[in-house]
């Protein structure tokens, strides 16, 4: 029940701490009175045994008292700013895939093919769309040759940190994947389906994506701002899986065409994901 005082005519509810009328305010939440409220000469007493205090001077009647409070950066810290709002605890990472290649046109596990003339023009051309080398934290590259060859023509092999692999194949590796339908059907609807298993002999979707999350991690603890990496498709595949939190068996859902950019932004455990954008002219596959 709303226990209720009556000084000088006025009915008050104390259960409102705080709450000001006609010249009478209530101690605050923490039951202390305002820190600039002063005792007023004038029916001091009563205030007193009413349980109020006068209104603070210079205060017009019925306004509130405010008492400074000390800020608690608490969205700075939740959301890794610093006090003037910059991102130095976020990490962006464009991922960048491969250019077109005779591989990739014939649907072959990769067998390190470089990139075909179609391929290197395009990447040629799309060299002044990305920021300059100078701008980038870090530029990591895949080991493989399509890889090495893309981030040369785009203009960040300078410099650049040997990249996270690409799917190890195994026995796999060089053949087309019509070659391996006829010759092992059964190994490989397993392989599309089980992320766990590995019937080639070589890595299995599972370990590509907890070993691409691993890369992420290491990467955001080493980063402050933007970074660039060219990396196999299936790279950015399982990055995309990873950062959105999604089941492995999405892997095989995600399609990730030729020079294609996809950027993520967050820190280690929490990436927002941009999905792919292409860079300059889109291939003829």
Known sequence: MVRRTTVTGLTCPRATPGWCVRGLQWRDRAGFPPASVEPSSISTRRYREAGVRPRARGTAYGARVRRTVPQVPYMTTRLGLNERGSDRMTSRVMLISPAISAALREARFDDDCPLDESGLRLARAAAGIL?????????????????????????????????????????????????????????????????????????????????????????????????????????????????????????????????TATELSGRAGRWNVRLGRQLGAPHDM
């Open 131 to 259: 920021p300059a080398v100078s701008a980038l934290s870090a530029v990591w590259v895949s080991p493989t040759a399509r890889c090495r060859e893309t981030a040369r023509a785009l203009g960040l092999d300078a410099g650049s940190i040997p990249g996270p692999a690409g799917l190890d194949a195994g026995r796999w590796r060089g053949a087309t994947l019509t070659e391996v339908t006829e010759k092992e059907p059964e190994a490989l609807a397993q392989w599309l389906t089980d992320p766990q298993s590995a019937p080639h002999g070589g890595e299995s979707v599972r370990a590509l994506c907890d070993r691409v999350a691993r890369w992420l991690d290491e990467t955001a603890a080493q980063i402050t701002g933007r970074a660039v990496a060219v990396v196999e498709p299936e790279v950015v595949r399982a990055a995309t899986v990873r950062a959105l939190g999604a089941p492995e068996s999405a892997f095989w859902r995600i399609d990730v065409p030729p020079l």
